[in-house]
Nanobody, 114 residues
């Protein structure tokens, strides 16, 4: 089984930056892609960024140009660099594998507020 642990969230002011980390362990070889998701109160969980094992990336329109997904294969970690943060980015952020998800973890809270 693949296990994923999110970290790096916190409270930041609008315009600030955060870098989230998704540490993967277990049978990670052969995974097609890893994605970052977020869920705000009263809203559905949405995919905000994804990266394949080959390095191809995809972003939701709401974060394109502000967020960057990357990976460090040696560390088994996928990152989400978030710049120019807006209050609308406030949510719990989760990572998971694609296309078939494993069990969802606790996520990491990102709060953007002045």
């Amino acid at each position: 089984q693949v296990q994923l642990v999110e970290s790096g969230g916190g409270l930041v002011q609008p315009g600030g930056s955060l870098r989230l980390s998704c540490a993967a362990s277990g049978n990670i070889f052969g995974i097609n892609a890893v994605g970052w998701y977020r869920q705000a109160p009263g809203k559905q969980r949405e995919l905000v960024a994804a990266i394949t094992t080959g390095g191809s990336t995809n972003y939701a329109a709401s974060v394109k140009g502000r967020f960057t997904i990357s990976r460090d294969d040696a560390k088994g970690t996928v990152y989400l660099q978030m710049n120019s943060l807006k209050p609308e980015d406030t949510a719990v952020y989760y990572c998971n594998v694609l296309p078939i998800h494993v069990y969802w973890g606790q996520g990491t809270q990102v709060t953007v507020s002045s």
